[in-house]
């Protein structure tokens, strides 16, 4: 079965500072990612995702991930934070070609500050 | 569109009661799922389903129920509540096209507090 581990839980940014939160999966197969936001008191979005082809994936709101095979990960990242970014985001990975089941992290919560 | 619409918002319920947590979408999506989060544990798969008439066990499916009669509709039941599942509760879909996944799209979450 796969997992996810986010190793930030908690991370606290001034606004401006550069962000990147790690991603780390298991599985043997090949495999989709994603990463969500959840925003204070609201359901889950989609920030980015992967499916193939460019590793290099750009998302909503100047976020961009980074599809690291050698290494199973995929980590978030944005060159400068607002306060508006505090929120909490997840990492998941869903098997291609037949898996259906979607499989989140734990989550990192992400406060930046003015 | 309204997409993954989920209710009730809030609910309270005693020790030992049940209660149906509802789920609708309109997408015609394949896949509906129901996940709980709790505070540092991220979110948690119960149940899901890939299609009307098919479910399945995830993570931590005790004490639940589900079942899928329609392609809209994934209910999730709690016959007989217990503290521990005062959670927040999100129910998402999503569907395969020409055989690959897509995202899944998540609804607005219904909070339980069992008391």
């Known amino acids: 079965a796969q997992s996810v581990s986010q190793h930030n839980h908690h991370v606290i940014l001034s606004e401006a500072a550069s962000l990147e939160l790690g991603c780390n999966y298991s599985?043997?197969?090949?495999?989709?990612l994603f990463w969500y936001v959840q925003y204070p008191g609201q359901h889950l979005q989609l920030l980015l995702k992967?499916?193939?082809?460019?590793?290099l994936v750009k998302g909503i709101k100047g976020f961009e991930a980074e599809f690291i095979k050698s290494k199973f990960s995929f980590n978030l990242r944005k060159p400068s934070v607002q306060w508006s970014d505090t929120a909490e985001y997840f990492c998941?990975?869903?098997?291609?070609?037949?898996?259906?089941?979607?499989?989140f992290g734990t989550g990192t919560q992400l406060k930046v500050e003015l | 569109n309204a997409g993954v619409t989920q209710t009730p918002k809030f609910r309270i319920l005693k020790i030992g009661q049940s209660m149906t947590l509802q789920c609708t979408q309109d997408?015609?999506?394949?896949?509906m799922y129901w996940y709980r989060q709790d505070p540092g544990m991220g979110l948690k798969l119960i149940y899901y389903?890939?299609?009307?008439?098919?479910?399945d066990k995830g993570e931590v499916p005790n004490g639940y129920n589900v079942s899928r009669s329609t392609t809209e509709d994934f209910p999730l039941r709690l016959e007989l509540a217990a503290p521990s599942q005062t959670s927040v509760y999100f129910c998402?879909?999503?569907?395969?096209?020409?055989?690959?996944?897509?995202?899944?799209?998540f609804g607005q979450g219904t909070r339980l507090t069992v008391v």
């Open positions: 998402a879909s999503k569907t395969r096209t020409r055989g690959m996944n897509t995202e899944a799209f």
């Open positions: 599985y043997g197969g090949t495999v989709n």
């Open positions: 992967y499916f193939s082809g460019d590793p």
């Open positions: 998941a990975v869903n098997p291609t070609g037949g898996g259906n089941k979607l499989t």
């Open positions: 997408m015609n999506h394949n896949y």
């Open positions: 389903s890939v299609g009307a008439g098919i479910t």
